[in-house]
């Protein structure tokens, strides 16, 4: 069976990606802005043996399957219009494929280990090696992708036109005017990263900030740029699990891209946790990526728990709202930004191109190929609803039942010179 008639059976026709295989057949339209391309036999053995995202992803990482033109437009249509066929065609197309291609190849080395083998989940020290996995890449790495500001969550475009440095700053001075911070308040950033936001906060906002991370690189990292900065009197980044911060009575928390890590069923004690750190009308912001709705399995799937994220896990929003409501922080306010997570994966994907040649000699081509198909796909993912960002605003109540809370939101206080366009 050509490998043409294979691609032809699981995606529909309409679908604007042409195909070519090294056994010299092809199909698709002549005028395809993307071809997908099986360059070698094991690639058909890594998607035989590993059915669905993760044998696709073995065979893009080895360079076995390949993407002429735009991943992301190719990613985009593939989503759009892959056929759903039933089990039994599956198997029969798999059958006609031939023994040879049910030995799987090596593993690409850049592959974590199967989840059973890391130990239990959540602990400390695994989540702490999940962290490692995808953070202590390269510090140079990141700072290709990402650009100056080093901030690798959702940014806010304020406008249509902004740069991705623009937005990354109006995300974090979002988050502070969300929290309502005031010269002089503490702020607890969990999951701090880089260091953008104490740094943002401190800055601008004139807080006193603790941040903390578990990769020891981002730490290093953002300790050196509070100093460049003149902020160590107010800013400071420690390698530290949250969960052994030991001061509290905090003005406000912000959580910008930690709750994908915690796992669904640490949520209550992930916000009791931070709740007890609040004092009274305190406020967390709670900016997470999140499943479209609350009925999907929450693990992350095979490309992204073995090539990205280890451990990974996204809820529904209302799970998120559920657990911060039911725990310790009455929920105010929450907005969806699946689309400025789209203009920053945009973004970011640019970057990368941009630097590729250095991008590869700082971590190896297969690594990069990774965080090539990772922000492809996560931003196909954030096009087609089957992705969302989240920021949610709570508050620890004080006795009498008082918030702090003004009775409208106070935040969008900055005049736009141009609406953003989202399609």
């Not at 100056?148 to 109006?170: D, G, H, K, R, W």
């Not at 740094?199 to 807080?207: K, T």
């Not at 912000?254 to 949520?267: D, K, Q, V, W, Y």
């Not at 492809?376 to 008082?402: I, M, P």
């Given at each position: 069976?050509l490998?043409?008639d294979i691609?032809?059976?699981?995606?529909?026709e309409?679908?604007?990606?042409?195909?070519?295989?090294?056994?010299?057949?092809s199909?698709g339209?002549?005028?395809?802005?993307?071809?997908?391309?099986?360059v070698?036999r094991?690639?058909?053995a890594?998607?035989a043996?590993?059915?669905?995202?993760?044998?696709?992803?073995?065979?893009?990482?080895?360079?076995?399957?390949d993407?002429?033109?735009?991943?992301?437009?190719?990613?985009?249509?593939l989503?759009t219009?892959?056929?759903n066929?039933?089990?039994?065609e599956r198997?029969?197309v798999?059958?006609?494929i031939?023994?040879?291609?049910?030995?799987?190849?090596p593993?690409?080395?850049?592959?974590a280990?199967?989840?059973?083998?890391?130990?239990?989940?959540?602990s400390?020290?695994?989540?702490?090696?999940a962290?490692?996995?995808?953070?202590d890449?390269?510090?140079?790495?990141?700072?290709?992708?990402?650009?100056?500001s080093?901030?690798y969550?959702?940014a806010?475009f304020?406008?249509?036109?902004?740069?991705?440095?623009?937005?990354q700053a109006e995300?974090f001075?979002?988050?502070?005017?969300?929290?309502?911070l005031?010269?002089?308040d503490?702020?607890?950033?969990?999951?701090?990263g880089?260091g953008g936001?104490?740094m943002?906060?401190?800055?601008?906002h004139?807080v006193?900030?603790?941040g903390?991370?578990?990769?020891?690189r981002?730490?290093?990292?953002?300790?050196?740029?509070?100093a460049?900065?003149?902020l160590?009197?107010?800013?400071e980044?420690?390698?530290?699990?949250?969960?052994?911060?030991?001061?509290?009575?905090?003005?406000a928390?912000?959580?910008?891209?930690?709750?994908?890590?915690i796992g669904?069923?640490?949520l209550?004690?992930?916000?009791?946790?931070?709740?007890?750190?609040?004092r009274p009308?305190?406020?967390?912001?709670?900016?997470?990526?999140?499943?479209?709705?609350?009925r999907?399995q929450?693990?992350a799937g095979g490309?992204?728990?073995?090539?990205v994220?280890?451990?990974g896990?996204?809820e529904g929003?209302?799970?998120?709202?559920s657990?911060?409501?039911?725990?310790?922080?009455e929920?105010?306010?929450?907005?969806?930004?699946?689309?400025?997570?789209?203009l920053?994966?945009?973004?970011?994907?640019?970057?990368l191109?941009q630097?590729w040649d250095?991008?590869v000699?700082?971590?190896?081509?297969r690594?990069?190929?990774?965080?090539?198909?990772?922000?492809?796909?996560?931003?196909?993912?954030?096009d087609l609803?089957?992705l969302?960002l989240?920021q949610v605003l709570?508050?620890?109540l004080?006795?009498?039942?008082?918030s702090?809370?003004?009775l409208?939101p106070?935040?969008?206080h900055?005049?736009?010179?141009e609406?953003a366009?989202?399609?």
């Amino acid at each position: 069976m050509l490998l043409a008639d294979i691609f032809t059976k699981v995606v529909d026709e309409r679908a604007p990606v042409a195909f070519r295989a090294y056994d010299g057949s092809s199909a698709g339209p002549t005028d395809a802005e993307a071809v997908l391309e099986i360059v070698r036999r094991d690639a058909v053995a890594y998607i035989a043996t590993a059915p669905g995202d993760l044998g696709l992803a073995r065979a893009y990482v080895s360079g076995a399957l390949d993407v002429r033109g735009d991943l992301h437009t190719a990613l985009h249509a593939l989503l759009t219009y892959a056929r759903n066929l039933p089990r039994r065609e599956r198997l029969a197309v798999l059958g006609r494929i031939g023994p040879r291609a049910l030995r799987r190849p090596p593993l690409p080395a850049e592959e974590a280990p199967a989840p059973w083998r890391r130990g239990l989940r959540h602990s400390k020290a695994r989540d702490a090696a999940a962290i490692s996995h995808h953070y202590d890449v390269s510090n140079r790495f990141y700072e290709i992708v990402l650009g100056p500001s080093m901030a690798y969550t959702c940014a806010v475009f304020p406008s249509a036109t902004a740069t991705l440095e623009e937005a990354q700053a109006e995300k974090f001075d979002l988050v502070c005017r969300k929290l309502a911070l005031r010269p002089g308040d503490r702020l607890l950033d969990v999951g701090a990263g880089w260091g953008g936001m104490v740094m943002h906060a401190a800055e601008h906002h004139g807080v006193r900030a603790i941040g903390v991370t578990l990769s020891q690189r981002q730490a290093d990292w953002a300790q050196r740029a509070i100093a460049e900065r003149g902020l160590q009197d107010r800013a400071e980044v420690r390698f530290l699990d949250y969960r052994d911060v030991t001061e509290d009575n905090f003005d406000a928390i912000s959580s910008i891209g930690l709750t994908e890590h915690i796992g669904a069923r640490n949520l209550p004690s992930y916000f009791s946790f931070l709740a007890r750190k609040l004092r009274p009308e305190g406020r967390m912001l709670n900016h997470a990526i999140t499943r479209p709705t609350n009925r999907e399995q929450h693990r992350a799937g095979g490309f992204i728990d073995r090539y990205v994220f280890p451990d990974g896990e996204l809820e529904g929003v209302g799970k998120i709202v559920s657990a911060m409501h039911d725990h310790g922080l009455e929920v105010r306010h929450e907005e969806n930004l699946r689309e400025h997570y789209s203009l920053t994966l945009r973004d970011w994907g640019r970057n990368l191109e941009q630097g590729w040649d250095e991008a590869v000699a700082e971590v190896g081509e297969r690594k990069a190929r990774v965080w090539r198909l990772y922000m492809a796909a996560s931003r196909a993912g954030f096009d087609l609803n089957r992705l969302e960002l989240h920021q949610v605003l709570g508050v620890r109540l004080g006795k009498d039942g008082g918030s702090g809370m003004s009775l409208r939101p106070d935040w969008e206080h900055k005049e736009l010179t141009e609406s953003a366009v989202i399609s």
